[in-house]
């Protein structure tokens, strides 16, 4: 079993950095890729980014890529996300997952443990 606790988010203007963490506990954080994902009000969760078990391998959201930055510690069992040129529409609350497999995943089926989330909000 894996737990996961979100932090390091707040209110930034646009243009501001943040950068999340995911605290996990559990033996398998470093067999799984790993996942963030958004969900804004009245809208639905998203896919942000993800990375392989190794960290050598990610992907991005194409609204993110250039701008936020997945890594991961596995000696540490943290998650980072690294978000900068934040925009107002970046906007949501962020969740980490664990995915089922190894390899990079976008879809929110292929993840089993979430975090609680943590809220980032963009002034314009």
């Known amino acids: 079993q894996v737990q996961l606790v979100e932090s390091g988010g707040g209110l930034v203007q646009a243009g501001g950095s943040l950068r999340l963490s995911c605290a996990a506990s559990g033996r398998t954080f470093s067999n799984r890729a790993m996942g963030w994902f958004r969900q804004a009000p009245g809208k639905e969760r998203e896919f942000v980014a993800s990375i392989s078990k190794s960290g050598i391998i990610t992907v991005y959201a194409a609204s993110v890529k250039g701008r936020f930055t997945i890594s991961r510690d596995n000696v540490k069992i943290t998650l980072y996300l690294q978000m900068n040129s934040l925009k107002p529409e970046d906007t949501a609350v962020y969740y980490c997952?664990?995915?089922?497999?190894?390899?990079?995943?976008?879809?929110?089926?292929?993840?089993?443990?979430w975090g609680q989330g943590t809220q980032v909000t963009v002034s314009s």
């Open positions: 997952a664990a995915a089922f497999g190894t390899t990079i995943q976008r879809a929110s089926s292929e993840y089993d443990y």
